[in-house]
């Protein structure tokens, strides 16, 4: 992982080392931005390595910190509301506004 910061760049090693997560794929500003947040939600002082001392004393911070830095985007999908919401609500008003124009539908692909 291409960055300036050593405390940050071995809190990282430490979740890979101990937790088994790789988060080298992630872009670097949005994962520094979430560890931040965890930061200070558990008022741990300044510095990356702080909060490694903070999750070695802490195992239970794992859970915290992980549902932070990973986004859970299938809970849309999941949503029964959501899905009912379309039929009931946009395509009508859409498809009644003018019979004679088409109506363009997009969905996102999901792996």
Sequence with gaps: MDTDNPEFTALLEYLRQNRGFDFTGYKLPSLM???SKR???VNVPRGYSNYNDYLEVHPDEFTH???TILINVTDFFRDPDRWRFGPR???PR???SN???SIRV???GCV
């Design 33 to 35: 931005r979430r560890i």
């Design 39 to 41: 930061m200070q939600m």
């Design 65 to 67: 910190l992980f549902n």
């Design 89 to 91: 609500k946009s395509f």
């Design 94 to 96: 859409s498809a009644s």
């Design 99 to 101: 019979l004679n124009d």
């Design 106 to 108: 997009w969905s996102a």
